[in-house]
C-alpha cells in the first residue's frame, strides 16, 4: 500500500501504543487524523471505534487503526458498521490474512495482548499487504452485504 491516511483512535489502555503507532506511520509518510483519546483518563473504546468508522464512510480511501487492551471492544463496535471489515490481530500472520482474504480496512490491536514489536509489524504487515481479489471479491462484498449501520 502506498501512503494513505489513517484514521486511529484508542482508549485509555491503548493510548501509549497508540502514541507508538502515530509516530511510526508519519515516519513512513501516511498522513495520520487521531480520533482520541489522547490521554489516559479512563473512557469507553466504543465512542472512538464508532468516530474512526463514521470517518471511513466519508473517505473510504482511508485506513483505520483502532488499539484497546483487548481490542475486542473496537472489534465488536467498529464491526457493527456495514462498510467496517475490522480485524483483531495478534501477530503477521493474521494482519496479512485479514488483508489478503478478507480486505480489510481496519486493523484492530489489544494494547496489553500483544508486545510493541509485533504490534508495529503487525502495522506494517497490514499496510503494505494488498486484497488478493479474485474468488475473495465474493466473500468480501458478502460480508459487506449483511447489513449495519
Known amino acids: 500500500m502506498t501512503n494513505v ?3 486511529i483512535a484508542s482508549d485509555h489502555r491503548g493510548f501509549p501504543l497508540k ?3 502515530s509516530a511510526r506511520l508519519k515516519e513512513c509518510g501516511h498522513a495520520v487524523v487521531d480520533f482520541g483519546t489522547h ?3 479512563s473512557c469507553d473504546a466504543g465512542d472512538f471505534a464508532q468516530r474512526v468508522a463514521e470517518d471511513l464512510k466519508k473517505n ?18 467498529a464491526n457493527r458498521y456495514q462498510h467496517i471489515r475490522a480485524a ?3 501477530n503477521t500472520t493474521m ?15 489489544g494494547a496489553h495482548m500483544t508486545g510493541q514489536e509485533v504490534a ?3 502495522l506494517d504487515t497490514f499496510l503494505t499487504t494488498a486484497f488478493l481479489e ?3 471479491v465474493a466473500r468480501r462484498d458478502k460480508l459487506t452485504a449483511m447489513g449495519g449501520l
Open 134 to 136: 479474485g474468488r475473495f
Open 19 to 21: 502514541a507508538l503507532f
Open 60 to 77: 473510504p480511501s482511508h485506513v483505520g487503526i483502532l488499539i484497546c487492551m483487548s481490542g475486542q471492544a473496537m472489534t465488536i463496535t
Open 5 to 7: 491516511t489513517v484514521s
Open 39 to 41: 490521554d489516559e483518563n
Open 120 to 122: 508495529l509489524d503487525c
Open 95 to 109: 494482519a496479512r490474512l485479514a488483508r489478503q482474504h478478507n480486505d480489510a480496512n481496519v486493523l484492530v490491536i
Open 88 to 90: 483483531l490481530c495478534l
